[in-house]
């Protein structure tokens, strides 16, 4: 069998080599805890890549089927592979609610099943399984375990995947999937088609429609480094701080919705001195926007009791 050493090794190997938009388990995180965020991040690029690069819908629902297996293998004892063998450690030493992972899976199951998506709850839905389970093992693993602090973090992630699923509207054209919500196509007077035509006064609206939401989904979650302390709490505040950037470049007007924005070394820089110096503060909003408050809503006020039995059904699993 593998060794645990070499397992971990491995999968900080694979986490390195993959490009991302926002840090992960960066040299922000304390040293102790970075291994594990690894293994969680493979765990997930892995299945990420069964759904998303095999060209075979079969094909894929059938390996993540069998990563799903490994994953409850793993969860009772070792596996002789690189990703579970160092996974089991990470259950066992963290108590790592099992489930967590298991939502990731069917989330790029769901990718494979599902290509348009009528409103932007059913964008919650979605990002319930898909990023949500990230920021609360990344808060799990590092201690904090308390309904608030995973409500804030919820807010922020889903608001991350929007503005990604915003970033790669001509990479999803190719896919063919269409996450802008249908509501809000004809909100703003387009259609499927029409998404992808020349920009005009439609996109314009929908980019201020998407962006509005979005801002309300982050804006639920702005304490969260505040309630956080050391290293974690720079790290979340960087990725809260990007996360806007990538939303405000997506969606700045007179850009195409295909022209896929990146945030590179020098923005990543920025971004941290403003961190880093306390200078960055939450962008200022419309807060009186309706769709603005559709978002705030989302992990707040009216659902946070629905959010708060959500979180003790999966702790207790």
Known sequence: MITLEE??????????SHYENFPVASVLLPAKTRPAISVIYA???CADD????????VRSLELLAGWRELLYRSRDAPVDHFVF???????????????????????????????????????????????????????????YRDEERLRMSDGICTALQLANFWQDIGVDRDK?????????????????????????GRHEELKRRLRSYTMGLFGSGRELPS??????????????????????MGTRP??????????????????????F??????????????????????????????NREIASSMIRL
Request: glycine letters at 8%; aromatic letters at 8%; hydrophobic letters at 40%.
């Open 85 to 143: 063998r160092a996974l089991h450690d990470v259950i066992v030493r963290f108590d790592i609610p099992v489930q967590w992972l298991d939502n990731l899976i069917m989330a790029f199951e769901r990718d494979r099943t599902i290509v348009r998506h009528p409103t932007f709850n059913d964008l919650i839905t979605y990002s319930r399984l898909s990023a949500n389970p990230v920021g609360r093992l990344l808060l799990w693993i590092h201690g």
């Open 50 to 57: 069964f759904g998303d690069e095999e060209p075979d819908t």
């Open 7 to 16: 397992s971990y090794r491995r999968c900080m190997e694979l986490t390195r």
């Open 254 to 275: 007179g850009r195409s919705l295909t022209a896929r924005p990146v945030l590179g070394r020098v923005n990543w820089i920025t971004e941290g001195l403003r961190v």
């Open 176 to 200: 063919g999937r269409i996450y802008v919500p249908l509501s809000e196509l004809a909100a703003a007077g387009l259609d499927e088609t029409t998404l992808y035509a020349p920009n005009d």
């Open 227 to 248: 309630r956080l302390s050391g290293r974690l709490s720079l790290e979340i505040a960087l990725v809260l701080a990007g996360g806007i950037r990538i939303l405000d």
């Open 43 to 45: 765990f997930a690029r």
């Open 277 to 306: 110096t306390g200078m960055w503060r939450f962008p200022r909003h419309d807060e009186a926007d309706p769709l603005f408050q559709e978002g705030a809503r989302v992990f707040g006020g009216a659902e946070r009791q629905e």
